[in-house]
Nanobody, 130 residues
Framework: QVQLVESGGGLVQAGDSLRLSCAAS????????MGWFRQAPGREREFVAA?????????YADSSVKGRFTVSKDNAKNTMYLQAFGLRPDDTAVYFC??????????????????????WGQGTQVTVSS
């Protein structure tokens, strides 16, 4: 079992920056990759970014987040981060982190398929005012 807890969300103004954290606990040695997703009101959950846990390779959604968001990790702290720059009102959403522990789902998870992930956090709300 892997437990994930997100933090760092809040209310910010357009143009501000924010860093989200996802702290992992439990069998973290079994994690192959972690990802960030977000869900805005009335919309489906969408992929934001993913990072492999050993090599640190990163992948971002082909959307407006590329170039503004940066995913990183600190293995010593078992924590993944999402640094967001130049936030916009359409970035308003609940941000979730997720982890994959099954190796044959690693590639699918890395490509951003939500159903490839095994564990999810509860989410942290990010609200961007105009």
């Amino acid at each position: 079992q892997v437990q994930l807890v997100e933090s760092g969300g809040g209310l910010v103004q357009a143009g501000d920056s924010l860093r989200l954290s996802c702290a992992a606990s439990g069998r973290t040695s079994s994690v192959y990759a972690m990802g960030w997703f977000r869900q805005a009101p009335g919309r489906e959950r969408e992929f934001v970014a993913a990072i492999t846990w050993s090599g640190g390779s990163t992948n971002y959604a082909d959307s407006s987040v590329k170039g503004r968001f940066t995913v990183s990790k600190d293995n010593a702290k078992n924590t993944m981060y999402l640094q967001a720059f130049g936030l916009r009102p359409d970035d308003t959403a609940v941000y979730f982190c997720a982890a994959v522990v099954v190796v044959w789902r690693l590639n699918s998870a890395y490509q951003g398929h939500a159903d490839a992930y095994d564990y999810w956090g509860q989410g942290t709300q990010v609200t961007v005012s105009s």
